[in-house]
């Protein structure tokens, strides 16, 4: 959670609206069954039992939304799941928020 915070500080900083952090999948699927973001920053592990890619794949939206997955490791299923995805895109851990911040303005809105 310390990581997620610094980041939603870092966006929040240079004008960016972040309506939710959430440690878990079961918290982070309500949120998104209750809004449609511009962007979603999804780390691939997250606490519980969902995991960052199977929550994307429960969404039909989820093929227009932009999202970049996060993570120190990636199972070859997962890595496979992003790389099909047009809209998907992957920043491997540790990274930086600078590193972020140019991913996110390169995303055709």
Same mark, same amino acid.
């Given at each position: 959670?310390?990581?997620?915070?610094?980041?939603?500080?870092?966006?929040?900083?240079?004008?960016?609206?972040?309506?939710?952090?959430?440690p878990?999948?079961?918290?982070?699927?309500?949120?998104?069954?209750?809004?449609?973001?511009?962007?979603?920053l999804?780390?691939?592990?997250?606490?519980?039992?969902?995991?960052?890619?199977?929550?994307?794949?429960?969404?039909?939206?989820?093929?227009?939304?932009?999202?970049?997955? +996060?993570s120190?490791?990636?199972?070859?299923?997962?890595?496979?799941?992003?790389?099909?995805?047009?809209?998907?895109?992957f920043?491997?851990?540790? +990274?930086?928020?600078?590193?972020?911040?140019?991913?996110?303005?390169?995303?055709?809105?």
């Amino acid at each position: 959670m310390i990581f997620a915070l610094e980041i939603k500080s870092k966006l929040e900083s240079i004008g960016y609206n972040i309506i939710a952090v959430v440690p878990s999948g079961d918290e982070a699927y309500q949120i998104l069954l209750e809004r449609t973001p511009d962007l979603i920053l999804m780390d691939i592990h997250l606490e519980g039992q969902v995991d960052g890619v199977t929550i994307v794949k429960n969404f039909q939206w989820s093929c227009k939304v932009p999202i970049i997955f +996060f993570s120190g490791s990636v199972s070859p299923e997962q890595h496979d799941f992003i790389q099909n995805q047009p809209h998907c895109h992957f920043l491997g851990k540790p +990274f930086s928020s600078d590193e972020l911040v140019r991913l996110i303005e390169s995303i055709p809105s």
